[in-house]
């Protein structure tokens, strides 16, 4: 019976996590009917071999994702990519057991103790310090730092991992992760030169050149490239500014669609909000509003531009500015010294807002290294806590058999005494009676 009331509560603590994970506002309500084609397309049997009709799946995720099926819908459409899109098996990362990299050390540690407060701290997953959340989280960018030695671990990877997290089991997670690192390309924006996430940067600018050339040209009068407020939205997948239950929807179109779809949540937010960005009137006021009034969005406006995104078709042109960028590059390599004068006059007023930007840098991590400091001061009471806490257990463990000894005692000593004289409890009787 014990082992029954164990799985029972152990039942209970996985619909609870279940809840708490799931704990965000939907934006697509997924009807009935919808529930009923993603839960037969979820049961098909031999469903990872099958290739499904990509109408009908893009036609399911319009509609919504059912927030309980989620994770396993997206397991569906990493599946299903897979078979559309057959990744080369040179560049798959070296098949290492979750369990076998969690027992590794990474030097990558420090940097991901401290970025574990600071990731969907809000959310009550992952709000308490170093509880169940946090230390999922960790085991996840610990292995993959360890899995992927050249990426490690890159500011923007928690979020991702913890997007998946609250959608799966924690070794799914890390499966799903890999996934997104190596077969949908993310990790190109993650490595150390930072290369690719400079073009993505370019490629997004010339996104708004082409399609809305009026914001385009504001944002170039006040000299803001995309790197000033767009590279939270690319390392992050959006999911540092934006509310989850958007983000989510953004996870489902990645999966079915494939990592551009970023671009295109760019390319229709800022499309959108072009409006209300063209009222401001300096760099400063329109920074602010794109990193912290754009992301407060409505209801309808994320279903919006989830729509849009549906509906876009950009992957020709992304490869076009990609060999544009280079060509630019290799131009700026042989230009002439006027050219150069002007490159420098550019560097310096990069490098001004650089400055400014690893001022604020500075300022966060002294914020972060005193957060890292309290993390390891609370791991070490933890741990003194729990070997107290063993220690108190083995003492009442024993205490315990000592009492059941001394009642056994009692209970054989009860049985062998014979029974006296029934007490007189009416008291003493007066005299003469």
Known sequence: ????????????????????????????????????????????????????????????????????????????????????????SKQQPKDMPYKELLKRLTSQQHAILIDLGRTFPTHPYFSAQLGA???????????????????????????????????????????????????????????????????????????????????????????????????PWFLTVFASQ???????????????????????VALSLLGSHKPLILQHENLETIVDFIKNTLPNLGLVQ?????????????????????????????????SSPLSDNQRMDKLEKTNSSLRKQNLDLLEQLQVANGRIQSLEATVEKLLSSESKLKQATLALELERSALLQTVEELRRQG?????GPEPDFMGPRPAGD
């Open 302 to 334: 994320m279903e919006k531009t989830i729509s849009q995104v549906s509906e876009m078709d950009i992957a020709k042109q992304l490869q076009a500015y990609e060999v544009e960028y280079h060509v630019l590059q290799e131009e700026l390599i042989d």
């Open 133 to 231: 959340g946090q230390l999922s989280l960790y085991n996840i960018l610990k292995a993959y730092s360890l899995l992927d030695q050249e990426v490690g671990y890159c500011q923007g990877l928690s979020f991702v991992a913890g997007i998946l997290l609250l959608h799966m089991g924690e070794e799914e997670a890390f499966t799903m992760l890999k996934f997104l690192m190596f077969e949908m390309g993310l990790r190109k924006q993650y490595r150390p030169d930072m290369i690719i996430l400079q073009i993505q940067m370019y490629q997004l600018s010339r996104l708004l050149h082409d399609y809305h050339r009026d914001l385009y040209n504001h944002l170039e009068e006040h000299e803001i490239g995309p790197s000033l407020y767009a590279a």
């Open 1 to 88: 019976m014990e082992k029954e009331n164990q799985k029972l509560q152990a039942s209970e603590n996985d619909l609870l996590n279940k809840r708490l994970k799931l704990d965000y506002e939907e934006i697509t309500p997924c009807l009935k009917e919808v529930t009923t084609v993603w839960e037969k397309m979820l049961s098909t049997p031999g469903r990872s071999k099958i290739k499904f009709d990509m109408e009908k799946m893009h036609s399911a995720v319009g509609q919504g994702v059912p927030r309980h099926l989620r994770g396993e819908i997206w397991k569906f459409l990493a599946e299903q990519y897979r078979l559309q899109h057959p990744f080369p």
């Open 415 to 419: 049985t062998a005494e014979p029974h």
């Open 242 to 264: 934006f509310p989850l239950g958007f983000v989510a929807r953004v996870f489902d179109m990645i999966f079915l669609q494939g990592s551009e779809v970023i671009f295109k």
